[in-house]
């Protein structure tokens, strides 16, 4: 660790002092706002891969009334593009995070930084995965558009739908394991 503390020394042409003075000011920095580094470099590292695959940040008003409105008139093409979309991510996930659990991967994506509402369990019961979410403030339409984005995501990891049940604000969702993930 010192090794690499002294190449980034050299490379930024700081001192040892300098360099370990700027990693305790951005530690106190960071909890100051109630959080600690390895946090903020997980969410950057999300934000990055983010910003790397297309996700847009608008704001929850504009986004719910988008959806409200494409439920309505082409429903049947936003839940395909939303199951799309989930296993374009999922497959992203894996190659970006091969070494990773990805269920539990994308559980932190979700919970933390797409759907922070959401009170969200993802049980693994060996080659089975117990899905289940609630949010009282999701409207139909979105709680539709997230399963089935959820969805498509499980299915990249080789799961199919066994059970799914989906109700305005509850999804619950029964996956089982098709295929080894290292087999492709």
Not at 8 to 17: L, P
Not at 18 to 45: C, W
Not at 63 to 87: F, Q, V, W
């Amino acid at each position: 660790m010192l090794e690499k503390a002294i190449k980034e020394c050299s490379k930024q042409g700081k001192t040892m002092f300098a360099f370990t003075n700027q990693i305790f000011e951005s530690a106190l920095k960071a909890y100051e706002m109630e959080t600690d580094l390895e946090e903020i470099l997980e969410f950057y590292s999300l934000v990055k891969l983010g910003k790397n695959l297309g996700v847009a940040m608008l704001p929850s008003s504009l986004i719910d009334y988008m959806l409200e409105t494409l439920y309505k008139l082409d429903r049947e093409n936003l839940i395909a593009k939303a199951y799309e979309s989930g296993l374009w991510f999922g497959k992203c996930l894996l190659l970006k995070f091969p070494e990773e659990n990805v269920t539990e991967k994308l559980e932190g994506i979700l919970k933390k930084y797409m759907w922070h509402s959401l009170d969200l369990t993802i049980t693994n019961r060996g080659d089975a995965i117990e899905l289940n979410c609630i949010s009282p403030i999701l409207s139909e339409e979105k709680t539709h558009v997230i399963s089935k984005f959820i969805e498509g995501a499980f299915q990249a990891f080789n799961y199919e739908v066994v059970k799914n049940s989906c109700f305005r604000g509850i999804i619950s969702i029964e996956f089982k394991n098709w295929k080894p993930r290292n087999s492709s």
